[in-house]
């Protein structure tokens, strides 16, 4: 008798360790442990300390999930095998194939940023296919074409950093700490986002590419020309802030004209910022586009989306023992559709 399927997702990519379950009723169980307190000495993530912590907490979070589901019958498991840092993504991809082996069910290794643009298909009233996605996440900030699972055109990407790390070099020179980008957003709340005419940058010509580098520049005369002071540090980020959104929505506005497409995703860690949410419906009810977010837990790394991609490609999954496989740089365009349309 043919098993319902019930995949079992794992997320290691970075500085959240996660676990969910995903099965034809949706969303099971999920888990995430953040590693924020672990790294905020340092300023940023320590591969070695992610990679030991992650060790420390993948199986706890993996026994939670299935008993806050119930032990069901596991039929397959899902984990991100890149991009990310490669030593994190190997502890995931070792104790996949690990329990894969142990209870004897195919393994697939996924693509992270296929789960976050896949994300908003776990809501409850989920965007139809074809969309326009915008993922910014700390270390991607792309626009892409999402015509069906494994059916990726990247419209545009960043030249240079991804808006999560310039929110996160910007807050550094602000003294704000780690992670910066959510407390910069609560300075800026304080501030006047027209104090500082920061650049928005590549506005001005043709195409949907990404540069904050000139921005990051502006954030720092702004700070030696005289930000000392907490109201003057405020205005500095929401003006910095307002730029950057600004520049999001430009961008995204362009892109769904230029894909000839109805609905836009946001999705990655940035999706969740307040700010950037309300000017994108703003924008959305003139250009006439609707707007699609996934909740603020699964904006940030998390299993759900890597069982979610894990269940609509089940039929890739591999059976046997699998080797543990982990691939820091991979490009979301070389992805294929599932080979059965029923999984997609």
């Known amino acids: 008798m043919q098993r319902t399927p019930i995949i079992l997702g794992i997320e290691s990519s970075c ?27 340092y300023g940023g993530v320590v591969p070695e300390l992610a990679s ?34 490669v030593g994190a993504l190997l502890v995931g991809a ?36 074809p969309y326009v996605a915008l993922l910014v996440s700390g270390g991607h900030t792309m626009l892409v074409a999402v015509e069906g699972v494994g059916r990726y ?23 704000l700490g780690y992670p910066g980008g959510p407390a910069l957003s609560r300075l800026a709340a304080e501030g006047d986002p027209t104090a500082h005419a920061f650049p928005r940058p590549m506005c001005n010509r043709p195409g949907l590419d990404f540069s ?40 995204c506005a362009r892109a769904v004209r ?39 837990a699964f904006c940030t790394d998390n299993a759900a989306m890597i069982a979610l991609t894990g269940y609509l490609r089940r039929t890739q999954m591999r059976p046997g023992i699998v080797p543990a496989e982990a691939v820091p740089r991979w490009s979301l365009e070389t992805l294929v559709p599932p080979a059965s349309a029923a999984a997609s």
């Open 153 to 175: 055109r990247v419209l545009g990407e960043s030249l240079d950093d991804a808006v999560g790390e310039a929110f996160d070099k910007a807050a550094k020179m602000l003294g």
């Open 52 to 85: 030991r912590d992650h060790i420390r907490k993948i199986a706890p979070l993996i026994e939670n999930v299935c008993a806050t589901a119930g032990h069901p019958t596991i039929t397959g498991i899902a984990y991100t095998r890149g991009p990310g840092l």
């Open 15 to 41: 500085d959240e360790t996660a676990a969910a379950l995903y099965g034809e009723a949706g969303l099971l169980a999920h888990a995430v442990h953040s590693q924020v307190a672990i790294h905020a000495d």
């Open 212 to 251: 904050f580098s000139g921005l990051k520049t502006a954030v720092m005369l702004a700070i030696k020309s005289g930000g000392r002071t907490r109201a003057a540090q405020a205005d500095i980020a929401a003006s910095f802030q307002q730029a950057v959104v600004e520049t999001l929505v430009a961008k």
């Open 94 to 129: 070792s104790v996949a194939a690990g329990y894969g082996m142990g209870l004897s069910v195919p393994v697939l290794g996924v693509h992270h940023m296929e789960g976050h643009l896949l994300s908003p298909l776990l809501e409850a009233e989920p965007p139809a296919f």
């Open 258 to 296: 230029a894909a000839g497409m109805e609905r836009l995703v946001v999705a990655g860690g940035v999706g969740a910022n307040a700010s950037l949410r309300a000017a994108l419906a703003e924008r959305g009810r003139v250009d006439g586009f609707a707007l699609y977010f996934p909740r603020p």
